[in-house]
């Protein structure tokens, strides 16, 4: 997380005489570069992640603790964008500790993991894409609307399960490496247990709200897949890796920076305009 508490000790004695002024020029000071920081903080993720960008910013929070102190922090879920992964990091422990997770009769601990796959090309990863592409194809042959919401004979848009198929035989595994899953190359693309990557697919339409609380529909594509805890040691949730991104460590050197060249010297022309 990200705390702003300026230290306008230095214009607070230059201008000492007038302190109400300069007090209110300090509050204007943090909460614009709070505001600018968090901005700074959103185009970096803009431009430098892909199919985690939204579950970052989705996490990204602004608040004010008092007066002059402004807090930026990021959700525990989103911290291993932040700090990274080491290489063949075992996701299962984590995901079983998810609010979400359930207890079966047997007393094993699982977890419904879902996969989105109706992302733009640059929220996506070149094998994520590959996959999008795949399911296009096959919903074209199906005759099935990809972005295009479904209506029903009155014209209101369709809700809940619409259409669930399987894709068996695509797309192909054509390398070693991250988004190709495991099997042989030639094969298709596939999980430990053998299971095609889009077996399972599930078209949805759901009423969803915008954060000004307007409800419109929204079309997912999915597949789900399940973590249990019988799975300990089976090698199914492996991560490969991510290299830690340090937005907050990027921000704080730049909030600073702006701090020192820019806005200083604004609080004096404020305070020196109202007088």
């Not at 230059?14 to 909460?31: C, I, L, S, T």
């Not at 490496?177 to 030639?186: E, H, K, L, N, S």
């Not at 399940?226 to 730049?254: C, M, N, V, Y």
């Not at 820019?262 to 004096?268: E, G, N, P, S």
């Amino acid at each position: 997380m990200i705390y702003f508490n300026l230290d306008l000790g230095p214009v607070i004695e230059m201008v000492k005489d007038f302190r109400p002024a300069v007090d209110r020029a300090m509050k204007d000071a943090a909460r614009d570069l709070a505001a600018q920081t968090h901005a700074h903080i959103v185009e970096q993720v803009q431009e430098k992640l892909h199919s985690t960008r939204q579950k970052y910013i989705d996490a990204l929070h602004i608040e004010q603790v008092d007066d002059d102190t402004w807090l930026i922090s990021l959700e525990k879920g989103a911290m291993f964008i932040e700090e990274g992964l080491p290489p063949n990091t075992d996701m299962l422990d984590g995901l079983l500790k998810s609010a979400k997770a359930k207890t079966a009769k047997d007393g094993s601990r699982y977890i419904v993991v879902p996969f989105e796959h109706k992302k733009g090309p640059t929220a996506q990863t070149p094998a994520q894409t590959t996959l999008t592409d795949t399911i296009k194809a096959e919903m074209k042959k199906r005759k099935i609307p990809y972005g295009k919401l479904e209506t029903d004979s009155s014209g209101k848009p369709k809700l809940g399960l619409l259409h669930s198929f399987d894709i068996m035989k695509h797309p192909i595994k054509t390398q070693q490496g991250p988004g190709q899953g495991r099997g042989p190359v030639g094969a298709v693309r596939q999980g430990p247990t053998g299971i095609p990557f889009l077996q399972g697919v599930r078209v949805y339409q759901k009423a969803v709200k915008d954060k000004s609380g307007k409800e419109h529909v929204q079309k997912s594509i999915m597949t789900f897949r399940i973590a249990s805890s019988k799975h300990k040691g089976q090698g199914r949730w492996i991560h490969p890796g991510l290299e830690a991104k340090r937005f907050f460590d990027e921000a704080a050197a730049w909030a600073l920076k702006e701090f020192e060249e820019h806005i200083r010297d604004q609080v004096l022309i404020s305070v020196g305009s109202k007088f």
